[in-house]
């Protein structure tokens, strides 16, 4: 049977700090006499009002569209979620995130499945990129991979979408990808099918495609300059080509 343990607040640990003042606790429960280490079984974990859960409300939407809505609406509620909770929580949102997250996953009943999930994690390695690991997991991102790769690789505006929602889109596909390998792989893509103007401003903001620090940056830029994302556009083979081309007669001189 596990000890009961508590002391007072050691308020120069930044954890010690935040459990008495976030759950208004005189006293810290631990798990150790020789440590500081709170015991996070026995703290009170409260429902918060307001907080975010998963709606999957996927009624109409055709099964062409299916995985992609799916995902962009786990991806939103995992912000939501984040946001929300660390607003509360500040420094302890990675130790007690999972906590709450069963009771978000109760309208869409994965409530169960991810408990599942999470039970076979640590309870010290119950951060939040663990969480995103489960959620991808009972929610089988795996089997949607096709299709977010070829959103990703498809990467120009839809009809009547502005740079805003254009680059939300791309930036929750990226990530519901889980393929970091593939960032240059789309950020070649998106200036490939940029308009010509656009494929300009970009080479003189940042030389060469090449040099596009992150997807974020460019996506960024193209916000910041929404008029680049219209216009007259080369066929964006024909400019694939003549880069190689011109990445040829480079290396021959």
């Given at each position: 049977m596990e000890p009961v343990l508590d002391i007072p607040p050691v308020l120069s640990d930044r954890k010690h700090e935040a459990v008495a003042r976030i759950f208004g606790y005189e006293t810290i429960p631990i798990v150790s006499p020789h440590s500081?280490?709170?015991?996070?079984?026995?703290?009170?974990?409260?429902?918060?009002?307001?907080?975010?859960?998963?709606?999957?409300?996927?009624?109409?939407?055709s099964a062409a569209d299916m995985p992609l809505r799916t995902i962009g609406?786990?991806?939103?509620?995992?912000?939501?979620?984040e946001v929300f909770y660390k607003s509360i929580?500040?420094?302890?949102?990675?130790?007690?995130?999972?906590?709450?997250m069963g009771r978000a996953l109760q309208p869409c009943g994965m409530?169960?499945?991810?408990?599942?999930?999470?039970?076979?994690?640590?309870?010290?390695?119950?951060?939040?990129?663990?969480?995103?690991?489960?959620?991808?997991?009972?929610?089988?991102?795996?089997?949607?991979?096709?299709?977010?790769?070829?959103?990703?690789?498809?990467?120009?505006?839809?009809?009547?979408?502005?740079?805003?929602?254009?680059?939300?889109?791309?930036?929750?596909?990226?990530?519901?990808?889980?393929?970091?390998?593939?960032?240059?792989?789309?950020?070649?893509?998106?200036?490939?099918?940029?308009?010509?103007?656009?494929?300009?401003?970009?080479?003189?903001?940042?030389?060469?495609?090449e040099d596009i620090p992150s997807l974020d940056m460019l996506l960024g830029f193209l916000c910041n300059h929404p008029s680049l994302l219209r216009g007259y556009r080369t066929d964006p083979t024909a400019w694939v080509r003549s880069r190689f081309s011109d990445k040829g007669t480079e290396s021959d001189g």
């Open positions: 500081l280490e709170i015991n996070w079984s026995r703290v009170h974990y409260e429902y918060r009002e307001g907080a975010p859960t998963l709606q999957l409300q996927l009624h109409g939407v609406t786990i991806m939103d509620f995992l912000d939501e979620f929580f500040d420094i302890l949102f990675d130790d007690v995130a999972w906590r709450y409530t169960c499945k991810f408990d599942e999930a999470i039970k076979k994690i640590d309870t010290k390695h119950r951060h939040w990129g663990a969480i995103e690991g489960c959620i991808r997991d009972i929610f089988r991102f795996n089997r949607m991979q096709n299709e977010i790769v070829k959103e990703l690789v498809a990467t120009r505006p839809r009809s009547g979408e502005d740079a805003d929602r254009f680059a939300y889109r791309i930036k929750t596909m990226f990530r519901a990808a889980n393929l970091p390998e593939m960032e240059k792989v789309v950020i070649f893509k998106i200036v490939a099918n940029l308009p010509d103007l656009g494929k300009e401003r970009v080479r003189d903001r940042f030389k060469k495609v």
